[in-house]
């Protein structure tokens, strides 16, 4: 079963927007992940957050971790084009976090 | 620029043929993992394999096998090609964290 879950599916924004998506996962985790891909190409990391920090900050990008609310957020700041891509939250699963277990997505279109 | 290399980048083949999906690493990376993506994008995972000689199904169920004899190697087989088979298959691998993935393998089978 999938262990995180984005939404919303897919997103639209203007060039120069911020961008806000949000991932939501079902057990304890050890750090979570966010990775984008392009094109249906490989998955590129973007940035890892650890289950005791709240905010990490990469560039302009923002992630957010909220393990209350089993909830993470990633933000992308003043978007451009090169920004349209896929974008998949992760969390390693398993007795040695052998698996690493994504989500569904959400794709982002910026438009001109 | 991550050194994981999967070939063919595109396979089209007949249903019934046996098929090999080769993904390779340099990074020196205990871990790897083969995915399946759907066209709507969803990454399942079919395999993994935390060193040399241990290999794992994934949550999805698959019809592939696996081996893992060399480190830096972890192959995929398909007995026999079905049309339900065709679909994106992306091989990755991770040192302590972050997975390095290679570029995929778009499988069609006719």
């Known amino acids: 079963s999938q262990q995180g879950e984005e939404d919303p599916q897919a997103l639209s924004i203007q060039e120069g927007e911020n961008a806000t998506m949000n991932c939501s996962y079902k057990t304890s985790i050890n750090n979570l992940q966010w990775y984008r891909q392009n094109s249906g190409r490989g998955l590129v990391h973007l940035i890892l957050?650890?289950?005791?920090?709240r905010e990490k900050h990469s560039g302009r990008l923002r992630v957010t971790l909220d393990t209350s609310k089993k909830s993470s957020s990633l933000l992308i700041t003043a978007s451009r084009a090169a920004d349209t891509a896929s974008y998949f939250c992760a969390t390693p699963q398993g007795n040695r976090d052998d698996k690493i277990i994504f989500g569904k997505g959400t794709r982002l279109h910026i438009l001109p | 620029e991550a050194d994981i290399y999967q070939t063919p980048r595109y396979l089209v083949i007949g249903t019934g043929k046996k098929i090999t999906l080769e993904c390779s690493q340099t990074m020196g990376h205990d871990k790897m993992y083969w995915y399946q993506q759907d066209p709507g994008m969803e990454l399942h995972l079919i395999h993994y394999?935390?060193?040399?000689?241990?290999?794992e199904k994934g949550d999805l169920s698959s019809e592939s096998t696996v081996s893992r004899i060399r480190t830096e190697h972890f192959p995929l087989t398909l007995e026999s090609a079905r049309p339900s088979h065709t679909s994106q298959y992306l091989c990755?691998?991770?040192?302590?964290?972050?997975?390095?993935f290679g570029q995929g393998t778009r499988l069609t089978v006719v």
């Open positions: 394999s935390y060193g040399v000689n241990s290999t």
């Open positions: 990755a691998s991770t040192g302590f964290f972050e997975a390095f």
């Open positions: 957050i650890r289950s005791n920090e």
